[in-house]
């Protein structure tokens, strides 16, 4: 099978084939083996001692059998097709209930920890988490979106996720939007626009130029950067983030649901009244 289909499908089509390897072996086997199985074991005394799996299929046996699964997966391949798709929804199945799981166990971390900044009514009734980075196009498609459903729902609380995933740039800006949050909490949000809303790489000039422009001392951003606070707020996200099985930005919990991507208004409104009324 080509290397570029990805492992779980190999994987799937691999246990398909054992599984029909195991039918063309019992069809292949001669009618007295099948009967001896069946037949009551004979006295254990002074009988030589076997280990299981011993026996093995003779080479003729072994290639008519290799021929029936052949022969079977050619003229029934939806049988492979089947298969790979029940393991997949068995998966799926799987890691929901694995997401469910951890966002429960990482309730409070995901929407109470005091260190994470906080938007829209800090009191409403609904809260949305978002994991970003500032480089991240998608994060920045999606800040329109997120504005208007704050604008339109005076009920929905925001809980930014600084999570810089996509080199030095993004590193540097969410450690100086952390910065700007530990300095005025109020200006974090109209920072973090800012930010989003800027285009092109995201340099340390421009970052700094940005915090000036709401009446921060650049100066004292920067050194505020370096504080140990900082760091952990930043590893202590990346951390939760892999607990859910985040591996890229934009994404967002809402409720009990872990939405990764890009997300439209619609969905988001849907999220929300589904959680409002859950």
């Given at each position: 099978m080509p290397r570029s289909i990805p492992f779980s499908v190999r994987r799937?089509?691999?246990r398909a084939v054992a599984a029909l390897a195991v039918l063309g072996a019992v069809v292949a086997a001669p009618t007295d083996a099948l009967a001896q199985s069946t037949a009551p074991a004979p006295a254990a005394q002074n009988q030589p001692e076997t280990t299981a799996g011993s026996a093995s299929i003779d080479p003729a046996q072994r290639a008519a059998t290799?021929?029936?699964?052949?022969?079977y997966l050619l003229a029934n391949p939806e049988v492979?097709?089947?298969?790979?798709?029940i393991y997949r929804e068995q998966v799926e199945?799987?890691?929901e209930e694995m997401a469910r799981a951890a966002l429960a166990h990482r309730r409070a971390a995901l929407v109470s920890d005091p260190g994470s900044p906080v938007g829209g009514n800090p009191d409403g009734?609904?809260?949305?988490?978002?994991?970003f980075d500032y480089r991240c196009g998608y994060c920045k498609r999606v800040l329109p979106t997120i504005k208007e459903a704050l604008k339109t729902d005076?009920?929905?609380?925001?809980?930014f996720k600084e999570f810089p995933i996509l080199g030095d740039q993004s590193v540097f800006a969410a450690r100086a939007a952390l910065a700007v949050h530990k300095l005025d909490p109020k200006k974090y949000e109209p920072f973090h626009n800012a930010l989003m809303a800027s285009t092109g790489n995201v340099s340390e000039s421009r970052v700094m130029?940005?915090?000036?422009?709401?009446?921060?001392d650049p100066e004292a951003v920067r050194k505020t950067m370096d504080s140990p606070e900082i760091d952990a707020r930043i590893d202590s996200n990346h951390q939760l983030a892999q607990s859910l099985n985040i591996r890229g930005t934009p994404a967002f919990v809402i409720g009990n649901e872990l939405v990764p991507g890009l997300i439209s208004l619609e969905q988001l409104r849907?999220?929300?009244a589904q959680a409002r009324n859950g």
């Open positions: 799937a089509w691999c290799e021929k029936i699964i052949r022969d492979v097709i089947d298969a790979i798709r199945r799987h890691q009734d609904v809260t949305i988490v978002e994991f005076k009920n929905l609380r925001i809980v130029r940005l915090a000036g422009e709401l009446g921060l849907q999220l929300v």
